[in-house]
Nanobody, 120 residues
């Protein structure tokens, strides 16, 4: 089955930068869209950014101009470059992949999440 694995989280000071990565693997024919969501303690999971196979992108207003999403279609990998980080960006960041399996079935899979903490 399809697996999604995030990496790159950590502790960073306000104003700093981090780059998250997410790889989808396991019986995949194509990945149509990859997205990042985040969930802060005590809050609901919220949309951060998404990118289609054709590299069309979308961002939450709260991260526009600070975060950049990109992908490597050959590697089924999506990246989230985060700059000018703020304490309110602190959350567990989750990756979601939507696509088609080798069996021609649609899939939607989540990763386990990676912690991003912005603090001095």
């Amino acid at each position: 089955q399809v697996q999604v694995v995030e990496s790159g989280g950590g502790l960073v000071q306000p104003g700093g930068s981090l780059r998250l990565s997410c790889v989808a693997s396991g019986g995949i024919s194509s990945v149509n869209a990859m997205s990042w969501y985040r969930q802060a303690p005590g809050k609901q999971r919220e949309f951060v950014s998404a990118i289609t196979e054709g590299s069309n992108t979308n961002y939450a207003d709260s991260v526009k101009g600070r975060f950049t999403i990109s992908r490597d279609n050959a590697k089924n990998t999506v990246y989230l470059q985060m700059t000018s980080l703020k304490p309110e960006d602190t959350a567990v960041y989750y990756c979601n992949a939507l696509g088609i399996t080798l069996q021609r079935l649609p899939f939607g899979s989540w990763g386990q999440g990676t912690q991003v903490t912005v603090s001095s």
